[in-house]
Each structure stands twice: as structure tokens, then as C-alpha cells.
């Protein structure tokens, strides 16, 4: 399996529980070596430009507004099958269908405000990677 970069972001329900640090141990634990990270508070229209894939969803206006509400903690994951384990790790969207152990099950609050974002394909990981880094913030 290939050496993987994959974007996560640790959402407002779990900055604000302070719970950056209990995250940051799952995915270490699994394997996964945190490259880059920030923390940021996102716009309304970055946080709509970030989900504009949703955008004709239900949930779009709530989840931008969730995404904006509270800083955000944005990392680069890096690892064997980094895309994938990373969604090991997350979990299920919905923390009522999440595994035990996963961040989802252990943290999240509710379909929507459930702690964590992991991209799901290496387009979409190299797209949101480049959404918040530059070069220059990623080093081997
Ligand atoms: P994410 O993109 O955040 O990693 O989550 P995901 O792939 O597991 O789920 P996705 O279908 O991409 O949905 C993106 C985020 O939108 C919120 N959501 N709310 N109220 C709802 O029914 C609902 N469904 C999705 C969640 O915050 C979800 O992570
Ligand atoms: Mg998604």
C-alpha cells in the first residue's frame, strides 16, 4: 500500500470540548503521522467553497454555519493508505452507526456536528490539501 497524504479537519464541536489533543492520539495510535496543521476560524464563503460539493444538499446552510461558527483545526495525515485508514478512524458519519473506538462514536455529538472531516479519494485529498496549505507548509 502507498504512502498517502490525506486532509482532516477537527470541527467545532470538538475544538470547543477542547478534545484537539484526545484526536491527535486516535490517529497516531492508528498509524498516521499528523505532517502539517492549523488552527483557523473559517468564513461563511470558505466554509461554503470547502462544501460546495453538498451545496444542493438540505444541510448545506448548517453545515456552512456549524463550519464557521467555532475555529477549526486543519491537518495533513500521512501514512500507508492514509485516505482510508483516516476514515477507519473517523468512523461512521451518523456517531449512531460509528464503530466502537472510532473518533465518531467517542466524540461526536450528532450527524452533523461529529468532530471530524476526512477527505474520501485521492483527488478530493490532493483538492482539500491545496484548499488550506501551501507547498511550503508540507514538508516529507
Ligand atoms: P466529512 O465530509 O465531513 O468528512 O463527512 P462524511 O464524508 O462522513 O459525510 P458527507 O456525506 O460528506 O457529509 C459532510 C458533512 O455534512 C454533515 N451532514 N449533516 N444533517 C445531516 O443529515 C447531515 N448529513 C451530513 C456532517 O457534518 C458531515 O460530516
Ligand atoms: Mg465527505
Do not use: W
Not at 479537519?9 to 470547543?16: G, L, Q, S
Not at 455529538?109 to 488550506?132: K, M, R, W, Y
Amino acid at each position: 500500500m502507498a504512502i498517502e497524504r490525506t486532509l482532516s479537519i477537527i470541527k467545532p464541536d470538538a475544538t470547543k470540548r477542547n478534545l484537539t489533543g484526545k484526536i491527535n492520539a486516535k490517529f497516531e495510535e492508528a498509524g498516521l503521522r499528523i505532517v502539517a496543521q492549523k488552527r483557523i476560524k473559517l468564513t461563511m464563503e470558505q466554509a461554503g467553497k470547502f462544501y460546495e460539493v453538498h451545496k444542493e444538499r438540505p444541510f448545506y446552510g448548517e453545515l456552512c454555519e456549524f463550519m464557521a461558527s467555532e475555529p477549526v483545526v486543519v491537518q495533513v495525515l500521512e501514512g500507508e493508505g492514509a485516505i482510508a485508514k483516516n476514515r477507519e478512524v473517523m468512523g461512521a458519519t451518523n456517531p449512531a452507526d460509528a464503530a466502537d473506538g472510532t473518533i465518531r462514536k467517542e466524540f461526536a455529538l450528532s450527524v452533523g456536528e461529529n468532530s471530524v472531516h476526512g477527505s474520501d479519494a485521492p483527488e478530493t485529498a490532493a483538492q482539500e490539501i491545496s484548499f488550506f496549505f501551501s507547498g511550503l507548509e508540507l514538508v516529507g
